[in-house]
């Protein structure tokens, strides 16, 4: 058959794609469990550590154990109602994963809460964990659960250096933490009430602070009806 | 003699004709992705197995590629082996996959690679091609890496998140904040650019 004539082109152009295109849907398909896993494993992983339960991030198995075994709920007009397992797995699935649920891990009267909190970055949704004790008055942690801020910039929100400063921080009496121009190591002062900004990130950095500011405002108003 | 003509292609493809400061090619993830040293180096070992997967199979397809739709094919056979790349970070890299967000997807717009299918996958035997992707998405490597060690140094003062510059230089705020972002690519690529120019024709004894 002539290369140039537009049947050859066609049944050609038909042919590869479907070559192409088949393995990738195969690869997909075979992938697609592994994929939602790993979603799954990293959302609970980012609570837990939010909450400063320790879980050994390779072992998936025991993070959705330790996970499953907190308590869970939603709000409902002003009261927090336990939501089911079906309806985490559920939230997993959602562009803002666990946004509406809060978590507590009791362990006799001390309680440790948590909550997934969105608020906006520059490029879109920021879906944040954050961790308290029990009398709202420290963190004990924040996470980021999903982002989609630029990497190298915004992204390095999520990194270490970052998220380790709010590990015990203190929780400012007037609600409100306080971002500025740091060292870049992050600011390890947890009685004052700043952390440090990320360089050339200036306004993911402030949607940041801005979610954690708005999730002690939901927290304290929450916990003060429960405890 | 065939050693020789792989080596003569990757001395092309690293030094004499490299895609970065010769070509001027995939300037684009040059600018983006080069402020930490770690993003760069899975970013550019991503662009050069794509480009030489890519380089291998459009020449073994080469023979029956209707002249009027191969441009398409090509764009076809890179995106398939992105998504490949894509598919494998998602599934068994999950942090690296989140680090890098939407640049894996941008593979597929590296001019390089579309570049060696044109100009030498065409007109070359599979197992050449794949090395000439291999050597060109290596060259591109070398520079790119080599403006991250500036960018990041400069940046955060870290090298491969490691502090190496006292704290004072990052803690006065004595940072340079422009190494953070695109444009200080710019003026650096323009800079390695300039070098490598004057020492290529130094060399070839050219004046102009």
């Not at chain 1, 509406?100 to 490029?123: E, H, M, N, V």
Request: aromatic fraction near 8%; charge should be neutral.
């Amino acid at each position: 058959m002539n290369k140039d004539s537009v049947l050859y082109t066609v049944l050609f152009s038909l042919g590869v794609t479907f070559l192409l295109v088949l393995p990738l849907s195969v690869a997909n398909e075979l992938t697609k469990d592994k994929v939602k896993e790993n979603q799954q494993v990293a959302s609970a992983l980012s609570i837990l550590q939010a909450m400063a339960i320790p879980a050994d991030k390779n072992d998936a198995k025991s993070v959705i154990a330790t996970f499953d075994a907190l308590d869970k709920f939603r709000l409902e007009g002003d009261k927090l109602v336990t939501v089911t397992t079906s309806e985490v797995r559920e939230a997993e699935r959602l562009k803002r994963p666990y946004d509406p649920l809060y978590f507590r891990s009791k362990s006799g009267d001390l309680a440790t809460w948590a909550g997934a909190f969105t608020g906006q970055g520059l490029w879109g949704n920021l879906v944040l964990a954050v961790g308290f004790d029990g009398l709202i008055s420290k963190f004990t942690g924040v996470q980021v659960i999903a982002h989609v801020e630029t990497p190298g910039l915004g992204a390095r929100v999520a990194e270490p250096w970052f998220l380790n400063q709010f590990l015990g921080q203190q929780v400012p009496s007037s609600g409100a933490l306080a971002f500025v121009n740091g060292s870049g190591a992050g600011d390890s002062d947890k009685e004052n009430d700043t952390v440090d900004g990320v360089t050339g990130a200036t306004i993911t950095t402030k949607g940041f602070v801005a979610t954690v500011n708005s999730a002690v405002a939901q927290m304290k108003q929450l916990t003060g009806g429960v405890q | 003699m065939s050693q020789n003509k792989y080596l003569a292609n990757l001395k092309e493809n690293v030094i004499t004709n490299n895609p970065i400061l010769v070509q001027i090619l995939g300037i684009c993830s040059t600018l983006a992705v080069t402020n930490l040293i770690s993003n760069t180096l899975i970013m550019t070992v991503g662009v050069a197995l794509v480009t030489a997967f890519s380089s291998w199979t459009l020449s073994l397809m080469n023979a029956w590629i209707p002249r009027k739709v191969r441009m398409i094919v090509q764009v076809l056979v890179i995106s398939f082996y992105t998504i490949i790349v894509d598919i494998v970070l998602r599934a068994y890299a999950p942090e690296v996959s989140k680090n890098l967000g939407p640049y894996v997807g941008l593979i597929i717009t590296n001019c390089i690679i579309m570049g060696r299918a044109e100009a030498f996958a065409q007109a070359n035997r599979p197992v050449i091609s794949f090395w000439d992707g291999l050597t060109s998405g290596f060259g591109y490597m070398i520079v790119l890496v080599g403006l991250a060690v500036f960018r990041e140094v400069l940046a955060f003062g870290t090298l491969m998140n490691i502090p190496v510059l006292p704290l004072d230089f990052t803690a006065g705020g004595n940072n340079w904040t422009i190494m953070v972002m695109a444009p200080s690519a710019f003026f650096l690529v323009a800079i390695v650019i300039w070098v490598s120019k004057t020492l290529q024709m130094k060399k070839t004894g050219g004046n102009k």
